[in-house]
């Protein structure tokens, strides 16, 4: 399995939710790779947001050598699976899109908690305190994204 996961700039709630599933499939002896994206290309280039590496650190995991990059469309061939966190970032990618199979790899990463309620992942970045909680948000997903996909 290939997966993406997809906000905004890149450089917040992709990159948790990247370091987050690509720990998830490492403790699982899993083949599947993950890489994120954003639907902007404000930050291209850049390193994760310092708040989002302080936080998956305080957690074990290691997001500094992640590279922020905007979504294309070629990433619908790239991968199984293209979790987005937030309705505008689902709008976005599924504007890209040209056909019903690569429509049908755009998901809401929390319906994998709250199947079908298309609840949001909140945009930590204006918010110090919002990081703990995104990052718990996207753990519990990814979670259930390994347990739905090993059975």
């Known amino acids: ?15 948790l939710a ?8 490492a403790e699982h002896g899993l083949t599947w790779t ?6 902007s290309g404000w930050h291209s280039g850049g390193c994760p947001d310092v708040r989002s590496m302080a936080v998956a650190k305080k957690y074990g995991i290691d ?3 992640q590279c922020s990059r905007q979504f294309r469309h070629y990433d619908f061939e790239a991968f199984d699976v293209i979790y987005v966190m937030d309705r505008s970032n689902l ?4 504007a890209l899109a040209t056909t019903d199979d ?10 994998e908690i709250y199947p079908g309620q298309n609840k949001e992942v909140p945009d930590p970045y204006y918010d110090d305190n919002g990081f703990e909680e995104v990052y718990d948000m996207l ?9 739905r996909h090993i059975g």
């Open 91 to 94: 709008a976005n990618v599924l």
């Open 18 to 25: 990247h370091g987050i599933l690509e720990k998830k499939i």
């Open 34 to 39: 993950v890489d994120s994206a954003g639907t």
């Open 102 to 111: 690569e429509r049908a790899k755009v998901k809401m990463i929390l319906n």
């Open 1 to 15: 399995m290939r997966f993406l996961m997809v906000c905004l700039g890149n450089i917040c709630r992709s990159p």
């Open 63 to 65: 997001i500094s050598g």
């Open 139 to 147: 753990e519990r997903a990814c979670e259930a994204v390994v347990s």
